[in-house]
C-alpha cells in the first residue's frame, strides 16, 4: 500500500476526528461488497507523524498524479467517466446490501459526500482515487427548470369581443322600437309592382344531338413493385453471404464459471479465500456443493449462448474461441447457419478442466481478431467471461487498443459475469460497450442487450 497525499490535521478538531471513524467504518462496510476495482476509488485515510497530519493511502501501484494538474482535456474526461461508473457501481451495490438503520445512515451520510466536488481526485496507473475532504459536500447544483408561463387565452378575447357586440346590438334594437323619433315617422308609401307577362314566340326545338359513342380505352394493370424490406436478410443474401459480417464467441470454460449464481458477492469471496484443506473432508465437499449448486454462471452462460445463436442472422457465419487452459486458447472454424446444431452442441459440452483450468483471454481475443476481418466490413466479437487473463502478464488494453487501429470496424461486446470491471478497456478500445451479469435475469437480458447491439439479428424477408 502507497500514500498519495499527506494532509494537515487538527487532531483535536472532535467533529473531524468523528467523520475521520465515520469514513474508516464507512469502508468496512462497503468492501466485502465491493470488486476491488470499484473499491480502489475510495483512499484509505491514516493519522501519521504524532497525528499531525493525515496519510492517504491506495492498494494501486503506479507515479499518484492529481487530477487537476492533468493538461490533456480527453484524460481528464476518460478518468471523470472512469469514475462515475465506479460510483455508479457503489450505489448499485448499496440497494442490494442488507443494512440496519444505523448502516443505512451512515451509508445515505457518505454517498453525498464520495461525490462531493470538493474532494481531490488522484490518478495512479489511469484509476481515479478519491481524497475525501471531510468538508460539507459539494454536488453539482441542478440545471434550473425555467417556469412555462401560460399563454394569453385566444378563446377569452374572442368571448368577450362577441358579448360586447351582442350588447350593442340590443341596444340598437331598444333603441329603434322605443325612440320617439321613429314613433312620428310614417311609413314610405310602397309603390305597386306591375308585372309584365314575357311575349311568347313560337320556335321550333332544337334537335338534341347525341355525342358520338367512344370506344373505352383497354386498362393496363402496372406490375406493383415489391417493397424492399430494410429490417430483414434476403434469402439470395444468405445463399450468397461472401461479403457478410462474421462473428466469433469468445467462452470461458474456466473452474471459476462453475461458481453459483444463488450466493451474494462477499459469501463468493470468502469462499475463495477459505483453505479448504482446514476442513474435513465431509464439511469441504458440502461446502463446495454449496457454492458450485446450479444454476452456476457457465450452465447460465450456456443456456443463454444458445437461444442467443439461434437469434443471430441467417448470414452470419459464426466461429467459437473456448478459454479453458494455459497457455493458448482453443478455437474452431466459422460455421454457417445450417450447421448452428453443431455449434451448440460443441458449447453444450464445455467442462472447465479439473486441472490446470485457467483463463487465457489475451490469446483468446488474439486469436479471434486473426479469424476476421474488421476492415472492409463489420465484424464482431462477443466475450462471455467472469474475470481477466491469468495465463500472461501481457497488456489486455494494449492489444484491443492494436486491434482498433489495424481493424477499425471490429467491435467487442463483453458481457462480464462477475462484475470487476477488469478488462472494459478491450470494449471501450473497440467501440464496444460492457454488460454486468451477476444472476440469471441478468444474464438473459444483458446477453440480449449485448447482441441487439450489434444490430446482427435481423429475420429473413418474407
Same mark, same amino acid.
Given at each position: 500500500?502507497?500514500?498519495?497525499?499527506?494532509?494537515?490535521?487538527?487532531?483535536?478538531?472532535?467533529?473531524?476526528?468523528?467523520?475521520?471513524? #465515520?469514513?474508516?467504518?464507512?469502508?468496512s462496510l462497503?468492501?466485502?461488497?465491493?470488486?476491488? *476495482?470499484?473499491?480502489?476509488?475510495?483512499?484509505?485515510?491514516?493519522?501519521?507523524?504524532?497525528?499531525q497530519?493525515?496519510?492517504?493511502?491506495?492498494?494501486?501501484?503506479?507515479?499518484?498524479?492529481?487530477?487537476?494538474?492533468v493538461?490533456?482535456?480527453?484524460?481528464?474526461?476518460?478518468?471523470?467517466?472512469?469514475? #462515475?461508473t *465506479?460510483?455508479?457501481?457503489?450505489?448499485?451495490?448499496v440497494k442490494?446490501?442488507?443494512?440496519d438503520?444505523?448502516?443505512?445512515?451512515?451509508?445515505?451520510?457518505?454517498?453525498? *459526500?464520495?461525490k462531493?466536488? +470538493?474532494?481531490?481526485?488522484?490518478? $495512479?496507473?489511469?484509476?481515479?482515487?478519491?481524497?475525501n475532504?471531510?468538508?460539507?459536500?459539494?454536488?453539482? &447544483?441542478?440545471?434550473?427548470?425555467?417556469? !412555462?408561463?401560460?399563454?394569453?387565452?385566444?378563446?377569452r378575447?374572442?368571448?368577450?369581443?362577441?358579448?360586447?357586440?351582442?350588447?350593442?346590438?340590443?341596444?340598437?334594437?331598444?333603441?329603434?322600437?322605443?325612440?320617439?323619433?321613429?314613433?312620428?315617422?310614417?311609413?314610405?308609401?310602397?309603390?305597386?309592382?306591375?308585372?309584365?307577362?314575357? $311575349?311568347?314566340?313560337?320556335?321550333?326545338?332544337?334537335?338534341?344531338? !347525341?355525342?358520338?359513342? &367512344?370506344?373505352?380505352?383497354?386498362?393496363?394493370?402496372?406490375?406493383?413493385?415489391?417493397?424492399?424490406?430494410?429490417?430483414?436478410? =434476403?434469402?439470395?443474401?444468405?445463399? @450468397?453471404?461472401?461479403?457478410?459480417?462474421?462473428?466469433?464467441?469468445?467462452?470461458?470454460?474456466?473452474?471459476?464459471?462453475?461458481?453459483?449464481?444463488?450466493?451474494s458477492?462477499? %459469501?463468493?469471496?470468502?469462499?475463495?479465500?477459505?483453505?479448504?484443506?482446514?476442513?474435513?473432508?465431509?464439511?469441504?465437499?458440502?461446502?463446495?456443493?454449496k457454492?458450485?449448486?446450479?444454476?452456476? =454462471?457457465?450452465?447460465?452462460?450456456?443456456?443463454?449462448?444458445?437461444?442467443?445463436?439461434?437469434?443471430?442472422?441467417?448470414?452470419?457465419?459464426?466461429?467459437?474461441?473456448?478459454?479453458?487452459?494455459?497457455? $493458448?486458447?482453443?478455437?474452431?472454424?466459422?460455421?454457417?447457419?445450417? /450447421?448452428?446444431?453443431?455449434?451448440? /452442441?460443441?458449447?453444450?459440452?464445455?467442462?472447465?478442466?479439473?486441472?490446470?483450468?485457467?483463463?487465457?483471454?489475451?490469446?483468446?481475443?488474439?486469436?479471434?481478431?486473426?479469424?476476421? @476481418?474488421?476492415?472492409?466490413?463489420?465484424?464482431?466479437?462477443?466475450?462471455?467471461?467472469? +474475470?481477466?487473463?491469468?495465463?500472461?502478464?501481457?497488456?489486455?488494453?494494449?492489444?484491443?487498443?492494436?486491434?482498433?487501429?489495424?481493424?477499425?470496424?471490429?467491435?467487442?461486446?463483453?458481457?462480464?459475469? %462477475? +462484475?470487476?470491471h477488469?478488462i472494459?478497456?478491450?470494449?471501450?478500445?473497440? +467501440?464496444?460497450?460492457?454488460?454486468?451479469?451477476?444472476n440469471?435475469?441478468?444474464?438473459?437480458?444483458?446477453? /440480449?442487450?449485448?447482441?441487439?447491439?450489434?444490430?446482427?439479428?435481423?429475420?429473413?424477408?418474407?
Amino acid at each position: 500500500m502507497q500514500r498519495i497525499a499527506r494532509i494537515i490535521v487538527d487532531s483535536n478538531d472532535s467533529q473531524k476526528m468523528a467523520l475521520l471513524d #465515520q469514513y474508516n467504518s464507512l469502508l468496512s462496510l462497503l468492501k466485502p461488497h465491493l470488486t476491488e *476495482r470499484t473499491f480502489s476509488i475510495l483512499a484509505t485515510p491514516r493519522l501519521i507523524d504524532d497525528n499531525q497530519y493525515l496519510g492517504w493511502y491506495t492498494e494501486l501501484q503506479g507515479q499518484p498524479t492529481s487530477l487537476s494538474n492533468v493538461n490533456d482535456e480527453l484524460v481528464k474526461k476518460q478518468v471523470t467517466e472512469t469514475l #462515475q461508473t *465506479r460510483i455508479n457501481d457503489i450505489e448499485l451495490s448499496v440497494k442490494s446490501m442488507r443494512l440496519d438503520s444505523e448502516q443505512q445512515t451512515l451509508v445515505s451520510s457518505w454517498l453525498p *459526500r464520495i461525490k462531493s466536488l +470538493g474532494n481531490q481526485i488522484y490518478i $495512479v496507473n489511469g484509476e481515479p482515487v478519491i481524497v475525501n475532504s471531510f468538508e460539507e459536500p459539494i454536488l453539482p &447544483k441542478p440545471t434550473p427548470v425555467t417556469p !412555462e408561463v401560460a399563454p394569453k387565452s385566444f378563446w377569452r378575447w374572442w368571448y368577450l369581443l362577441l358579448l360586447a357586440l351582442l350588447l350593442l346590438g340590443l341596444l340598437g334594437v331598444l333603441w329603434y322600437f322605443f325612440c320617439p323619433f321613429n314613433k312620428d315617422k310614417k311609413p314610405d308609401v310602397i309603390p305597386e309592382l306591375i308585372i309584365i307577362p314575357p $311575349v311568347l314566340v313560337n320556335k321550333p326545338p332544337a334537335p338534341v344531338v !347525341e355525342p358520338p359513342t &367512344k370506344e373505352p380505352e383497354p386498362v393496363v394493370l402496372q406490375p406493383v413493385p415489391e417493397p424492399v424490406a430494410k429490417n430483414c436478410i =434476403r434469402k439470395e443474401d444468405v445463399a @450468397n453471404n461472401n461479403d457478410a459480417s462474421k462473428m466469433v464467441i469468445i467462452f470461458d470454460n474456466s473452474a471459476s464459471m462453475t461458481l453459483t449464481l444463488m450466493e451474494s458477492k462477499s %459469501a463468493i469471496d470468502q469462499y475463495l479465500k477459505t483453505n479448504l484443506n482446514s476442513m474435513s473432508e465431509s464439511e469441504a465437499n458440502a461446502y463446495e456443493a454449496k457454492m458450485t449448486r446450479l444454476p452456476n =454462471r457457465l450452465s447460465s452462460s450456456k443456456k443463454v449462448a444458445l437461444s442467443t445463436i439461434d437469434k443471430i442472422q441467417q448470414n452470419i457465419d459464426i466461429a467459437l474461441v473456448t478459454l479453458t487452459s494455459c497457455p $493458448v486458447a482453443q478455437t474452431t472454424s466459422f460455421y454457417n447457419y445450417t /450447421n448452428r446444431s453443431k455449434l451448440k /452442441n460443441k458449447i453444450n459440452k464445455l467442462n472447465p478442466l479439473e486441472y490446470n483450468s485457467a483463463t487465457p483471454l489475451y490469446s483468446g481475443i488474439q486469436q479471434a481478431s486473426k479469424l476476421l @476481418n474488421g476492415v472492409n466490413r463489420d465484424d464482431y466479437i462477443l466475450i462471455i467471461s467472469d +474475470g481477466d487473463d491469468n495465463c500472461t502478464k501481457s497488456n489486455i488494453c494494449t492489444l484491443a487498443s492494436n486491434i482498433a487501429a489495424k481493424q477499425p470496424r471490429l467491435k467487442i461486446n463483453i458481457v462480464d459475469i %462477475a +462484475g470487476q470491471h477488469k478488462i472494459d478497456c478491450v470494449a471501450q478500445s473497440t +467501440g464496444g460497450k460492457v454488460y454486468i451479469a451477476q444472476n440469471p435475469t441478468e444474464i438473459v437480458n444483458q446477453m /440480449n442487450h449485448a447482441v441487439s447491439d450489434m444490430n446482427i439479428s435481423k429475420p429473413i424477408c418474407e
